[in-house]
Each structure stands twice: as C-alpha cells, then as structure tokens.
C-alpha cells in the first residue's frame, strides 16, 4: 500500500486542534480509568448526546468497579435501561467481577489492568476499547481504530475500501506516542465534527494539505450497505388481578436478553388471537431488523401478580407496547395499581 505519511507538522496541527476544539465530554475531564473505560463500551453503539446522559446514570449508580461488582447484573440492566444493545451491560457486569477477584485466581485484585494486551482478556473488550483505555486512561502507546479514523484514513489515503489491517497500520504508523491518548481522541474527534461522513467541512481541517481525496471525500470510504430484516411480531398481554401487565425476563442469549416484558412471538398472527382485545401495531428499529409488533391484550386474568415495572428493566420495543396497551379504552376500564 501506498501511504503519504503525516508530517510532524501536521500531526502537531491536528494536536493543537484537538486541544483547542475538544468537545468538553465529561469522561475527559477524569483521569479514573473506570469511568473512562464505561464512556468507550457505552459510546459503541450509542450516540454522544446519549451517552452523556447514561453515562452520568451509570457512574452515578455505580462509581467503582466494586460497585458494580457487588450488584445483581438485573441492578446494571435497569441503570442501563434505555441506551440499547443490553449485552454489552451485561458484559460490563461481568467484566467488573473478573476485575475484582484477587490476582490468585486469574483477576486483578480490584484494579482495572492497564496494558493493552490484559485489556483486550477482559469480558467484553474488543481490540478498539482495548487501545483507547490503554492509551486515554493509562497513557500506553496504542493506536485505536474505529469508524471515524477509517474514514480519515480512506479519504488521506485515497482508499475505497481500506481493510481493518490497512487501517490499524496507518494508525501505528501515525500514533504520537508522547500523547498516545490524546493523538487517538484527536483523530476519532476529527472524524465526527470535521470529516464527517456527508458535508465534510474540509476548509477547517488541520491535516487538509496532505488529504489525497480532498477533491472528493464523501467518495471515500465507499459506503457499506446495511441489510435490514423485516419481522413480523405478536403479543398477547395479560394483566393479574389487580390490572397491571405481566412480564417475563427473557433468556440472556436472546434478542432483548436478561430484560423483562411480555411474551413476543415470531410470525404470523394466530387467528385464535384476533379474539382477545386489539391494542394496535407497534414499530421499531434494531440496526438490522425491523420489527412490526402486533398488540393484542388477553381478555383472561393472569393468576400470577405481575412485578412492577419500575423495578425491573425493560427495552424501548417493551416501553412501546404497554404504551400502546395504555391507550386502549380496554387498559383504562381497569383498575390499575402501578
């Protein structure tokens, strides 16, 4: 591969960048690699402006990893209600309690570990989060790579479809290793606020001169096309006697795992079911599946009492569906307790 190399001018421009454009995240104004390690798992796959918010929920339930540890993994779902993808929580949960067995049994005495290599053995760390707490908690020298510094690297080098392998040794090559950390937060923050996917504004880049696909950079990297499954869904929601809706937790391996809400079924709609109470048809949208939830509400009288809801976590699809139960002139004939 052919690469132009980044000056060390210009790895200093973009370094004065970073340091006077930072966005001011709340995990960058700590140096506790706990709480900078929940931002990286928290910031996989959820927005920043959301990630600010659960963050803060999460650090604020759970300030050690002794914390977390300590606590029943149904206490971490429902701090972690709402920001989607539920297993990377329940990988946190495990990741802290591995962390805290002493080192005579394969943990590390309480205390997060601070190589790379040790990062990446941890339950739920992958070599990105590896890299990044290893470089902005403890200052090793480990270039991360993740959607952001793909496309910089794409449009810097001119690449369509540069391999995970092509772009971690760019990476390499370009980490500075006196400011490891803040060289890997300053590529990833141009890549969200100045090269973005679509509009980059290319006048206000540090690194500019050297971009090899300047004169068209929203062709590079070549754009992945996602597949999206249509599924069809139903439930049948039945209430205990005091009128509240009752849940199940579901199995951790499956879809929503280790949350609590009411029986969904695949397929199509039985038609023994179109006798019970119509509550209306709920969408929602996963990364790659679309689901349509018909809603219906079991004229019969559960002999279980159902749990509160607001002690137990439960997804947003869930949240939807006893909305869409709650607006039925059916659910508010009852007498609800909850």
Known sequence: MSVVALSGLSQAKLLDWYDANQRPLPWRETDDPWAILLSEILLQQTQVSRGIVFWHRMIEAFPTI???????????????EGAGYYSRARRLHALSQYVMLPSSEGGYDGLLPQSYESLLS????GPYTAAAVASIAFRQPSACIDGNIRRVMARQQKKLEPTNRQVQSWADQHLVHQRSGDWNQ????????????????????????????????TAYPKAKKTKVKEVTLWTCVEFDSRGNPIVHQRDKDGLFGGLWGPQINEGDVPEAIHEQVFA?????????????VHVFISTKTSTK?????SEVATSVLDQ????????????????VTE
């Open 305 to 309: 009492l159902a749990l509160p809801l």
């Open 122 to 125: 941890l339950p739920g760390i």
């Open 320 to 335: 939807k569906i006893i909305e869409a139960i709650k607006g039925t002139d059916y659910f508010s004939s009852k007498s």
């Open 186 to 217: 300053a590529l990833m923050e141009l890549g969200a606020t100045v090269c973005t996917p679509q509009k980059p504004q290319c006048q206000h880049c540090p690194i500019e001169s050297s971009c090899q696909g300047r004169e068209g950079p």
């Open 280 to 292: 209306g048809v709920v969408k929602h949208k996963l990364s790659h599946r679309s689901m349509t």
């Open 66 to 80: 002794q914390s977390m540890a300590t606590s029943p993994v149904d206490s971490v779902l429902k701090a972690w």
